[in-house]
């Protein structure tokens, strides 16, 4: 391998891990404040690229129905809690979030698709209709075993997924897309020929890691997220409700795996169920950060990605082999180093 | 003065077995109660059951509202506070950021600030250590956290869980001048201790927790010369 390749590859592996990243970060914020370890992430970011090239195709997404589905089906999940809690009071509230606010944003996106808008309303309208899935997700199917074992959660997890595959297969059908790229710029660095969607993927990766870092660290919600994360019961008693904590790092973990499956699909052929490898490989990364560590997290997922590059080069029938063989001694290691807190013990 | 807090009848179980039995205590308005007992006693189990974090049988009213089925977050809203025994501190995240947790509860948001000067004026130790993590504190620094991350949240009934309990005894002593002041700014306290003496010097009126039942109460000063007591708590013979 020249040294030209080998620069290749790790331009293409640095921004292969930049998505894996943003799914990583997802994936942590989700298990740090629920102890649900999602796995269906990388389905949502696959759902999102499909989405984006149904819209790219001028037909309106089946992710439309499957939000309306998911918000009928929550809505009455939420109505029968609250009938069995005496706490009517709170039907217009919940009638509000789960149903008008989930089915105004299709309706919206509807709307505004018969207009033909140009790319940039487009991304925006993917973002839209995706986020709404993980949040109800949550409703309908974590929040009734919220205090359940992280294996239960795990188990349930990849249930969902599987299952997610199968709506993805009836509303997306089993045809790849790919869409067309964000930019058709690029540049030369030391000799190499970098893609402006490269470059786009990089920069947004660090520009939403950025821009979460600012939301946890400077804001009041944030940090009642990482309240949640560090000591639930401490938080409840500072008036922290988890399930609210629930939602925003739901809402938020879908924006990230929304963007990575936009940044992804004019580089990578997306089909229904390609989401699952997205996924499990974030996951990799996070468990390099050990679940608890953003940064940790994006630096094992950009190393996932540039061991996948050279990887794929050095043999491609193998690459997804080496990359989660790259699993063991990372679990060997970390059950090793890992340090248990009292208040772990405690726990 | 107005009734602030009751409970009446409560019981408390843990699986099967009742740790808590048939108890009924109040607090009036800027009172300071004290629940004083053994070990094992059901002190705690009384407290989480009053903030929501166990489920009770029996009447919980908190300023004239009945609180028996609502959550621990609705409580807090109310502006009922537990300061529990392990602390449950944010212990990654800065004191000034587990301070601003404090005030998550508060709808109005003015006088935030002011309530932080306010607890950094109580407690100037934090106001040094303001960007250091939590976990980092020392025990009286962290229960120094506890009670000012509370305050922050302008509690009407403050409900305190040990606060004494594994500090040293001139830090005891800080601990429990703070919570006397904490009465003259017209808030009511609920404290349950091991440390019998300290807590009835401070307190108003008292009751003796054993094996999940009130067995005595009366106002603090009397409690605090009764002979079964000072065998029994007060380290008397």
Request: charged content about 25%.
């Given at each position: 391998m020249t040294s030209d390749i080998a620069a290749i590859l790790a331009i293409d592996g640095i921004a292969t891990g930049a998505v894996y990243a943003l799914v990583a970060i997802g994936t942590v914020l989700i298990f740090t404040v629920?102890?649900?370890?999602?796995?269906p992430f990388g389905d949502i970011a696959a759902f999102t690229a499909l989405t984006l090239a149904a819209l790219d195709a001028k037909r309106f997404p089946g992710t439309g129905a499957l939000v309306v589905i998911l918000a009928c089906i929550a809505t009455l999940i939420e109505i029968i809690s609250l009938l069995r809690n005496g706490e009517l009071r709170l039907l217009p509230r919940a009638l509000f979030f789960y149903l008008a606010l989930p089915l105004a944003v299709v309706g919206l996106a509807w709307l505004t698709m018969r207009a033909e808008p140009p790319l940039a309303i487009r991304l925006v309208l993917a973002l839209m209709l995706i986020t709404p899935i993980a949040p109800l997700l949550d409703r309908i199917v974590f929040r009734p075993i919220a205090d359940g074992t992280v294996l239960l959660l795990l188990t349930v997890s990849v249930a969902l997924h599987f299952a997610l595959v199968g709506l993805g297969l009836l509303f997306f059908g089993p045809e790849g897309v790919r869409t067309e790229p964000l930019t058709s710029l690029s540049t030369e660095f030391a000799g190499v020929l970098i893609s402006g969607q490269t470059m786009l993927i990089v920069i947004a990766a660090l520009v939403f890691s950025g821009l979460l870092y600012l939301f946890f660290d400077f804001t009041l919600v944030g940090k009642s997220l990482r309240a949640t994360a560090v000591n639930r019961t401490g938080s409840r008693l500072m008036g922290i409700r988890p399930a609210r904590a629930g939602t925003i790092a739901y809402l938020l973990g879908s924006l990230m795996a929304g963007v990575s499956g936009i940044l992804i699909a004019p580089v990578n052929t997306v089909f229904?169920?390609?989401g699952f490898l997205i996924g499990l490989k974030a996951f990799v990364g996070a468990i390099v950060g050990g679940m608890t560590s953003y940064p940790g997290a994006a630096i094992g997922a950009v190393g996932v990605g540039i061991l996948e590059s050279f990887a794929s080069f050095e043999s491609s029938a193998l690459k997804d082999v080496i990359v989660f063989s790259l699993l063991i001694p990372i679990l060997i290691w970390r059950s090793l180093a890992s340090l248990h807190s009292e208040e772990e013990i405690e726990e | 003065m107005s009734e602030m807090f009751s409970m009446t009848d409560v019981t408390v179980c843990y699986d099967n077995v009742e740790?808590?039995?048939?108890v009924s205590l109040s607090v009036e308005e800027g009172q300071i109660v004290t629940v004083i007992g053994p070990n094992g006693a059901g002190k705690t189990t009384l407290l989480m059951a009053a903030i929501g974090l166990l489920a009770s049988r029996g009447r919980l009213v908190f300023q004239g509202n009945?609180?028996?089925?609502?959550?621990v977050e609705d409580r807090v809203e109310r502006r009922l506070c537990l300061v529990p025994e392990k602390r449950?501190?944010?212990?990654?995240?800065s004191v000034a950021d587990n301070l601003l947790l404090?005030?998550?509860?508060?709808?109005?948001?003015?006088?935030i600030q002011k309530t932080l000067d306010e607890v950094y004026d109580r407690f100037p130790r934090l106001k040094e250590r303001q960007?250091?993590?939590?976990?980092?504190?020392?025990g009286g620094e962290r229960q120094m956290l506890a009670l000012g991350r509370a305050l922050m949240a302008k509690p009407k009934l403050l409900m305190l869980d040990?606060?004494?309990?594994?500090?040293a005894p001139l830090i005891v002593r800080e601990i429990f001048r703070t919570i006397a002041s904490l009465r003259d700014l017209g808030v009511s306290i609920l404290l349950v201790e091991q440390n019998a003496r300290a807590a009835l010097e401070t307190a108003d009126y008292g009751y003796v927790l054993e094996t999940g039942e009130i067995v005595q109460s009366g106002p603090a000063k009397d409690l605090i010369h009764d002979k079964r007591l000072i065998t029994a708590y007060l380290g008397g013979h």
């Open positions: 629920t102890r649900v370890i999602f796995i229904y169920d390609s | 740790a808590v039995r048939n009945d609180i028996g089925r609502m959550s449950e501190l944010f212990s990654d995240m404090g005030s998550y509860s508060l709808r109005d948001r003015s006088g960007r250091q993590a939590a976990g980092t504190l020392s040990e606060p004494s309990l594994g500090l």
